[in-house]
């Protein structure tokens, strides 16, 4: 027996050595995975381009490069390879081809390893794969705001590919509010236009940006209020004038016509009149301009503004904005918005309209109109329809779930709809980087929440202001990286994060470690939700720091990094596996050990969790 033991032992240890990896850490590595697609349809095949770098003094032989799809930590397919017979010093790049499985809205984790002759490891790194039919189930928001004749738009294109962005908000590439297409603008020379703040936009950057959108998968939606025109509109169409909106009468907010001065304007157009939506001329005009821009730019729909709620309105001669499906008065702008979305969506035909209610102020009118896709800019300030503020991360999540509520009628699939969040974090900054832990934070409480981000755009920028092309505090190359793999892990995992889950109320219980049901400051945010399949426990790690999303000058404490995390949850019914999964990690599944157990008829499971430094997904699969 002795010599047995003695034999088994050399076996492994000799395994081993033929495992280990036969140059030197770190002698090469990957250094970059892209798709060509944001995203797939069933069918089509995903070209993966992996770039190696080797840093040595010489070629590598023999090494062999894998790609492993999963869905939801089972293998979907088999494993593609490149075998490479000498990688070069410097950087090399290969591609990898794998056709996805027919099923349609699944999303993939994609692991790729790159290994020695010997099979030993010497990098490994992610990416994701979202294969569905249309964009609208699993939107991914992006933005481009750059439209000069020197803008590369194809580059940018190509940088926003890398979050899996799947459309696109074109912000103030148009001529005017009142006229989006600029005169004289025409498919075969779109010329080029000032817009109201004196930009020069190219027409021809505009196609050539719509182009290489096309070619990625990605919509392209044309950015215009709803409600807005300028001074030249006025002065050309007179008759306008009593179509303006007006404050109401002992109106808090304002007096007279309801405007916003913009600021100096080369054209002479620097004041913003706001109308009527509900006044059925300017809904003619409105929607026959919007339908010109298709005659010459290959946008895929309109993307609507507002500017929210500034109090009750009435038309220039002091009545009522319409009437609603009651036949009681309506004066505020919010309470257009359903009849005033149901009928541009008509009058788009085959377009898509997305819709912002500016503060999510009046946002289940939107939510409940026949708008392809929710989409809303949050202000801390604000408060949701139960008077609950907008400034923290659970109050974020909660309007998530409740706008999918909200949409369950008008979805395809009766699932809801997933929501957008725009919300400025780092507002007050005006240089240096993002502030990391607040970017990632506002990440995790949303994607947990079932929605999305409008953040990333005009390349690798992100958003911190309402005006689009102030974007010049940039990320550093730390938090791309962490971007990225939260938008990966948010594709990888859209069936478990919006997929019509729901939260549900689960006692858990967290050995020696501070927890909250509702995002608390200093605690760990127990977030827990559920399908018809898995419970599903989200940790979002807000120990060390505080709970409010808005973090103005950069200056959000990262939270403590946990370890080792003894979990007890409640769950209904009984565990038959309990799966881990985090964007700090890769967002590999690996499987916990675990036990089930009943406490006064009530069934839990524990396990213990090995880190938590931002988000960790606990996916329980139900017997």
Known sequence: MAGAAALVIAGVFALKLLRAPAYPEGAARISEISTDRAMYTPGQTVTLNVTLSNGGAQALSGLTLCAQATHLGTDAGEAQEVRIAALPVGESSYALSWMPPEADFQGYLLDVTLRDGRGGTLDHATSAVDVSSSWLKFPRYGYVCDFSADADAAAKIEAMNAWHINAIEYYDWQ???????????????PGTWQDWAGRRISGQTVQSSLAAAKERGMVSMAYNMIYAATDSFFRENPQAEAWKL??????????????????????????????????????????????KIFTVFDFDGWHADTVGDWGDMVTADGEPLGQDSRGEAVTSVLDTYTPFLNAAKAALGGKYLTFN?????????????????LYAEFWPWDSDRNGRSYDTYAALAAEVEQSRLDSLETSADG??????????????????????????????????AGGARLEIGNGDHMLHTEYYPDDGVLMSDALKARTRAMYDFMVAYEN???????TVTRQVEIKGVQTSVKGASDAVWTYNRADENYEILH????????????????????????SELRVRCQIQGEAQAVTLASPDEGGRSTQLAFANGRDGGQAYVEFTVPSLEYWDMIYIKIK
């Open 496 to 502: 478990l994060l919006r997929d019509g889950q729901s």
């Open 246 to 291: 007006h404050f109401a009468p002992g109106s808090s907010r304002g007096s007279g016509e309801f405007k916003f001065n913009m600021g100096a304007s080369p054209s002479g157009d620097g004041t913003l009149y706001f109308i009527n939506p509900l006044n059925v001329l300017w809904q003619e005009h409105i929607f026959a301009e919007e339908n």
């Open 539 to 562: 940790l979002i790690n807000l120990v060390g720091t505080d709970s409010r999303w808005r973090d103005e000058d950069g200056k959000k404490a990262a939270p403590e990094p946990q």
């Open 175 to 189: 001529y005017r509010h009142h006229q989006p297409l600029a005169p004289g603008s025409t498919r075969e020379n």
């Open 357 to 373: 209610p500016v503060g999510a102020q009046g946002i289940e009118n939107a939510n409940k109109s026949n708008v392809d896709a």
């Open 415 to 448: 699932k809801g709809k997933s929501l957008t969040v725009k919300a400025y974090i780092n507002y007050d900054l005006k240089n240096g980087k993002m502030n990391d832990p607040a970017v990632l934070l506002c990440e995790a409480a949303v994607f947990a």
